[in-house]
Structures are given as C-alpha cells and as structure tokens.
C-alpha cells in the first residue's frame, strides 16, 4: 500500500512538473505608448469613448484588441512581440485618419519587438488653440479659437461649443456639474470665442474644480477637447 | 453440474437464435425518438412541433444554463428589468441598480443571453434553420389533409418572418435564408456564406409574407395565440411602419447608414411603406373583427386596467402569449412587483414608473404641465388627498400606474417618505414602516409608508410609484407558488390604430390621423377631441408612450423616429418641463415623493406635499450612441462568414 501512494505521489510530481512547463506563456511585456496628434500637438478627446484596433494577423480568427485613448489623447497597450495592423475606425474621434503611406489604406502595419514609444498622426476636423481660463469670484471665463483644420470637402461645421466644469479630472458632458454652451451659427469670430459660467457650489467642498472646453462637430459623435484646466476655488 | 450445463446449453441456445436475426436486430427502429415518416404524417405530432415553435417566439425567457435555446434581451411580462433600462421606470432591485449607473449601452445590446449570462448579437438561425425544416417537411408530407398542411406551413412562416423582423430591427439587414442548408463535408463552406440583404429588403419580405400567411389562416378572431388574417395584417402594418419611418427619419442621421443598404433605407421608399401601412391597418380594420375593449365604459380607468387582465372574449386582443394557472406556464409579473405593503409574499414592489412618465400624462383639456407641486409663489402645494395631484390627468394614468393613495387588491398602498416639519426639516426611517419620535419626548409613530420610498432599500416603492399594468389582483397571484396567468398581449387593436394615426400622419392626411387617435383617446377617457391642425409628429410619439407604456414599444420606436440619440443624450439634464415635446431629455429616471405634514395647529397638518428628487442609484444620464441603432454583430460570426459587413459608428 504503502509504496503504491509513493507511486502516485510520484507520477502525480512528475505530471506537475512537466505540465507546468508546456502550459505556460509568458504574459505580453512589451508595450506600446503613444499619443493621437496632429502636427505633434496632442488632440485631446473624452474618455472611455475613443478607441483604435490592433490586428494580428496570422491566427485562426481575426479578433481586434482595442486601445483605449485617454482624455489626453494618449494611449497604452500592454502586447507580445509580433506584427500588428493598426486601425482607427472611421466612426471614431473627432478627426478623419491620415492613409497610411506604404498601405495606401487606413491600415498603419506596427511591428512591436520591445517598447515602442509611437504617436499616431491624424488629421482633425478642427484644433482648440490657446485655451484660456480665468476664475474670478467663481466666475468662470473661458476664452479660444477654433482653428479649421480640414477645409476640403470633408470640412464640417461646428455644432456647438461647450464649457465644462467638473468635481474630478473627468471632464465633459457626463460628469459635468454647470455647463455653457454656445450654438455653432452664434459664434461671430471663430478666432475668439468666449464661454462664461458661475461656478456652483461643490458638496463637500474642494479647493479645486476642473474645466475643459468641448466642441461638437456636425456629424460627429466623438467630441474634440482643451485639455484639463484645474481651477483652485 | 448439471446445472451449469443446462445454463451453458440455454446460452448457446440464445446465442445462436440471436446470430440468426442479426440483420433485423440492427434495424429496430428506436423506441426513444419519433422518425421523419412517423412525425410528419401525424396531424397531433406535427401541432406539437408547431407549439415548440410557437414557443420559441422571439421574446422567449429560457433558462440559458439548462437550455441550448437562447434567451431574449427584450421587455416582456417574465423579465420585468429591461423595463427600467430607460426612462420608464426605475428598477428596485439591489442586482439591478446597474441599469441606472451604467452610461453607455452596450454596442450588442439588445441581443441575447447565452450560457454563462453572456450577451450576444440576436443571430437566431437556429431558429430560422428549424423553421425552414418544418416549412419543407410539412409541406412535403402526404397524409395530412390539405388545408391543415397549409395552415401549418402558413404559421411556421408567419414565425420564420417574425424572426426575420426582429432580426432587422436590431441589427439590419441579414442574410435571407429560405431554405435548410447542408454542409457537404468537402471543407470548402464558401457556399454556405450569405451576404447581408438590405435593410428595405428584409422589410419587404416580411410584409410580403404576411400577404401569403392571410391566405392559409382563419380569418376568426377567436383564437388569440395563433396565426389569424388579423395577427397577419397586425405585423405588416407594424413592419411597413418601422420601415417607413426609418426611410423617413433615417435621413435625419446620415451616418446611420452603410453604401450596401444593409443599414438605412432611401428616403424615397418612405411613402410607399406609410400607404402600405395604413392600406393594411385600413383592411384589418374593416375586417370588423376587432374593436376597442369598453367592458367597463362607466368607469375608464378600470376599463383600461381591465383591457389587459380580461382573458374572456377580448375584442381587442390579437395576438398574445398565454398563461395558465397550475400548469408550469405562470409569470411572476406580480409576484415582483407586488405592494410590498399587500404583499403575499416577503418581495415585490419592483417596477417602480419614473416621474417622467407619469407627468407626459397630459390633463383632461388636452395640454401638457409638470405636476403641480410648488406653489407659484414659492413653497409647496398642499393636498388633503394624495390622489389629488394628479386630478384632471388622462385616466390612463391611474391604470397604467399606482399612485401614492390608491388601491391594489382593495388595500390603499402605503406610498410616503416622511414628515416633513414646519422648519422644513424631515423625519423619516431606513425601512418599511420604520418609527421614529415627531417630538424630542413624543411616542414612536410610524414616519415612513409600509411601501416607502426609501432610498436605496430593495422593494420599496424609489420612484414613489409602482405598476399596476398587467398586475393580477387575483388572490394568489403574488405567491411563489402561484403567481398569475395573465397573458402578454404582443399586438392589440389600439396599437393598429396608432400605427394608422401616424401612417396617415405621415402622408399628409392629418384629418384620417386625428380620426384613428381620437377612436383611442376616446375610449381613454378625453371628452374633446383633436383637431386635424392639433395632429403633429409630437402628438403622434406622445400618444403611443402613454397608450403603449410597459408594452415593449417605447425602444423601437425611440430607434425608429432616430430620436433615441436626442432623447437618451448622456448628458446629465434637469426634468423636463415640457413633457409634449418628442425631443426633450429624458435620460435619468426621476422620482417623486410624497411627504406627510407634521405642523400641529397648522391648517395644513397632516397634508401631503410632494418633492422631486433623484433616486440615490441613479448617477448616471443613459447614453445611446449612434453605433447603438444597429447591434453590433458578433466577431464570431463575422470570421465564420466574412460576407457579414459590420455596422456603422461602432
């Protein structure tokens, strides 16, 4: 009896032992950074809403994984080493993406082996230049110009332009607490617009509020954004 | 030994006889399985199929982890939460919270639940497949008498061009598949893939299927859970309705369309879908079979509670799918969203009605106002009875919801938040009927309604209402081991004639509309009707949310109009004042609770008041995207067959 457990104790050791060895990857450890940007100045978006794919081609089914861009139009991606095909879908971002120059194609090929620091150039419909805020008595002042980017064919109007105030680093129309706004055909110069609000009241109270300018482009769900502005109270 | 012998010699015995018959012993035909010549000669065993199909109509509740079959992402009477995925209702219910604090829907959503809780694209060619089995083996059978085997076809294709409609209102455009296919095993399946129809295509087969199903179908209105001429001309006017408003309000949202037209339909084709629509709602109308449920025309609100639970002779009933008590078939509508103060059991009060619908109740002259309560020189508005606020609305109100002071199986529900004290300040309890001191050394007195509100307790009453559509006052019917058989009414009369309404709306005849939707406001309980110049596209959406609240439409029809987009914006937005108006916000699910007065010597001592507010479990504003107007379609599905094209702005 006795040598019998020893037996299956041993086999049992040994299965472990080999299994252990054949089953295991290692996790992906190289990653990928980068920022979407235009004329290497960051377009900034809203988050959790704008995504890219990564292809790998090569394996049985084709299931993108999808990098998520961050407020500040960053991203980042934790990937094995192999070659990529980089896609940003046409419904995604307040911007068109710029072909790709040996595909012809929207498709950018990425060859990840080891970090790769990468910014994506798009090319947006408009850019927020020279954001100002000003808080004076919790009175709020925003101040910028919308630069047309895209003038084309492909140029879209201005929807509506907004200011956002918000309790955390999140900000836009989701988790804003006051909102300006202004309808696109009010804005007289483009080069200078201006938003003004009242501060409210924040419960409990913060020494600190963030504001963020947004801007909706006709047509476009994605919106394109300042970046985040912290206002001390 | 001798024994053995003998037991040697009966085997050999056995043995032998049993070589001898070896050919006949492999085609014993199986006891355990019906074949293919046995089932399709047998009128009985065919009807059985037929009830499995029927069964497995696409608003179908399975148990995913027992069933190969999945189960439907859909408002209906067995899954009362996705009533609370928008702003109907609020859902009180600790695991279902998420429907207010999730912003996004997903991109698949509604799909269905497979295995796992997993919610997948609505792909249902498992179903389809089955109903194009029987669609051929039926038709080809030889014993049956002609004109059951036709009505039998004619049903199964009346199911097959349901899925198809389901199919396209959530996804768009499919792959038409009429026939069984069969894999030939040569590892070449090309031949199996199908591309994406038109979304006008699907649309226009089903609408020309309804016209072949009419003619192998009763014409008798009797039966309610089959395939009837009326159930047939019921889905087409529905179908060339959903297609014509998409032709026409999809031009609205450009983006929402795809080059192959596997999503989106020319604005051209509008017209000719609305005359079908309202050519079709005209037949069925003349028909006579079906009229407006006026059982109890002396009392309206009753009549309009009763329309649903009546099982008996329904003149407006259609098509629904039925219950029975004691049958395994019963559904717990009640049972969770009973009172919890007249509770049969230790749950209920579920499906709490948002004040936003409550207030598109517009008042017997034919306007629209929020409810009254504020005084217009500040303060609150007083009111001895709390039934009073809501006085002079559309008596479909009190039949659709319970408000606080009415009556369920003749017992008031207990529907208050608290006190509220001369200084403005509250006294109030965590739990139902809690008690609590009015003064520093005064006796404990109850401080909170046996039904709530209470923010954030389970079963209580959050949004300060509860349903009372298609609740059973049956004793009984809120028991585990009960629960009711009141059926689920899938097409009734109203919803033709609004269908109607807003064809003819939409072809300019604002006089036939005002006709069609006064038949409906008429029997509601409204004395003036609507001018032909009153009719607008406002009017239209505003009279099928209220006619048809908590009947599975409010979504579709959201999508359809392209107003789910402008409706359910995401962004955090005060009620809306102005609750006529098919664009205002509506995104948050709000609450109104009543309050008791406690100012002893006051004339308003013991009076309610009524406060706004916002459930605790409500943080987020719904947001549907326009990647959202078609699910999104499955990677799976697409690396099986790569002719699939995916959906727009996802």
């Known amino acids: ?233 | 030994m001798k024994k053995s012998l003998l037991y040697i010699a009966l085997c050999a015995l056995a043995l032998n006889t049993g070589c001898n018959r070896d050919k006949d012993f492999l085609n014993v035909p199986p006891s355990n399985i019906l074949q293919n010549e046995q089932l399709w000669n047998d009128e009985g065993l065919i009807l059985s199929v037929l009830a499995d199909l029927y069964d497995r109509y696409p608003d179908r509740q399975t148990d995913v982890e027992n069933s190969p079959i999945p189960s439907m992402v859909v408002q209906t009477i067995d899954n009362w939460g996705e009533f609370a995925r928008f702003d109907e209702a609020f859902a009180s219910e600790s695991g279902q919270y998420w429907r207010h604090s999730a912003s996004d829907y997903p991109y698949v959503f509604p799909g269905m639940i497979v295995k796992g809780g997993r919610e997948v694209t609505y792909w249902d060619y498992a179903y389809i497949r089955e109903l194009n089995i029987f669609i051929e083996k039926c038709g080809a059978s030889t014993k049956l008498k002609q004109e059951v085997k036709d009505r039998f076809v004619a049903e199964a294709r009346y199911l097959r061009a349901v899925v198809y409609f389901e199919e396209v209102k959530r996804v768009g455009g499919v792959p038409l598949i009429l026939q069984a296919m069969e894999y030939d095993y040569k590892n070449d399946p090309a031949y199996l893939q199908h591309p994406r129809a038109k979304e006008s295509e699907i649309y226009d087969f089903v609408i020309s299927e309804m016209d072949t199903v009419k003619k192998y179908v009763p014409a008798s209105p009797v039966s309610k859970t089959r395939v009837t001429v009326g159930l047939a001309l019921a889905t087409k006017v529905r179908a060339a309705l959903y297609a014509g408003s998409i032709a026409k309000h999809g031009a609205e949202t450009p983006q929402v369309s795809l080059p192959g037209g596997e999503v989106g339909i020319p604005v051209s084709k509008a017209n000719a879908y609305y005359t079908t629509a309202l050519q079709a709602a005209q037949e069925l109308i003349a028909t006579g079979s079906y009229s407006l449920y006026k059982k109890n025309s002396d009392n309206v609100t009753q009549n309009f509670v009763s329309l649903f639970i009546d099982k008996g002779s329904n003149p407006e009933v259609i098509f629904a799918k039925d219950y029975k008590l004691q049958s395994g078939r019963v559904q717990p509508w009640t049972l969770w969203s009973q009172p919890r103060s007249n509770a049969e059991e230790q749950q209920g009060g579920r499906l709490n009605p948002s004040l936003n619908l409550v207030q598109s109740f517009e008042l017997l002259d034919n306007t629209f106002a929020p409810l009254p309560i504020n005084a217009s020189g500040g303060g609150y508005m007083y009111y001895t009875d709390p039934m009073d606020l809501f006085a002079n609305r559309d008596p479909r109100l009190a039949a659709t919801v319970m408000l606080p002071g009415s009556e369920f199986k003749d017992k008031k529900v207990d529907i208050w938040a608290g006190y509220i004290k001369k200084d403005g300040s509250i006294v109030t309890g965590d739990n139902f009927g809690a008690k609590a001191k009015l003064e520093p050394n005064g006796q404990d007195v109850q401080v909170v309604g046996f039904d709530g509100p209470v923010n954030n307790l389970e079963f209580s009453a959050q949004s300060g209402f509860i349903i009372r559509k298609y609740m059973d006052p049956t004793v009984g019917s809120g028991r585990i081991g009960t629960q009711s058989e009141v059926w689920w009414i899938r097409y009734r009369y109203a919803e033709v004639l609004l269908n109607a309404a807003e064809a003819a709306f939409e072809l300019g005849q604002a006089g036939v509309a005002a006709g069609y939707i006064n038949e409906v406001r008429e029997r509601a309980g409204f004395k003036t009707p609507l001018t032909a110049g009153q009719i607008t596209f406002d009017r239209i959406v505003h009279e099928r949310k209220v006619e048809l609240a908590f009947e599975g439409h409010e979504f579709w029809d959201m999508k359809r109009w392209r107003l789910a987009h402008k409706v359910w914006n995401g962004v955090k937005t005060p009620l809306t004042t102005t609750p006529g108006t098919a664009t205002a916000v509506s995104n948050r699910v709000f609450a109104l609770w009543p309050y008791k007065v406690y100012d002893p010597g006051s004339v308003n001592n013991g009076k309610y008041i009524f406060k706004q507010v916002l459930p605790g479990a409500v943080t987020s504003a719904h947001l549907f995207r326009m990647g959202n107007y078609y699910g999104y379609i499955d990677d799976d599905i697409r690396n099986n067959n790569p002719k699939i094209v995916k959906n727009p702005n996802q």
């Open chain 1, 1 to 233: 009896m006795r040598t019998k457990i020893q037996y299956i104790i041993l086999i049992a050791l040994g299965i472990f032992s080999a299994s252990c060895k054949k089953d295991n990857y290692k996790a992906p450890s190289s990653t990928f950074n980068g920022r979407l940007v235009y004329q290497g100045e960051p377009v900034n978006v809203s988050y959790n809403d704008v995504y890219f794919e990564l292809w790998e081609p090569g394996w049985g089914k084709s299931i993108p994984i999808n990098v998520n861009v961050s407020q500040d139009g960053s991203f980042s991606a934790l990937l094995f080493n192999a070659a990529y095909k980089l896609v940003i879908p046409a419904s995604q971002g307040p911007f068109r993406s710029i072909p790709d120059k040996t595909t012809n194609t929207d498709t950018i090929p990425l060859t990840i082996s080891g970090n790769l620091q990468q910014d994506i150039e798009v090319m947006p419909y408009y850019m927020i230049r020279s954001p100002k805020f000003t808080a004076v008595a919790k009175k709020l002042t925003a101040t910028f110009s919308a630069e047309k980017i895209i003038k084309d064919v492909n140029a879209r109007d201005i929807e509506r332009v907004f200011l956002y105030v918000c309790k955390t680093q999140f900000v836009d129309g989701r988790n804003s607490i006051q909102t300006a706004d202004m309808a696109g055909g009010d804005i007289v110069d483009p080069a200078n617009i201006s938003l003004q609000l009242d501060i409210p009241d924040v419960v409990p109270a913060q020494p600190s509020v963030f504001a963020r300018i947004g801007l909706k482009i006709a047509g476009v769900e994605d919106m394109l954004f300042s970046p985040v502005q912290e206002i001390a109270l």
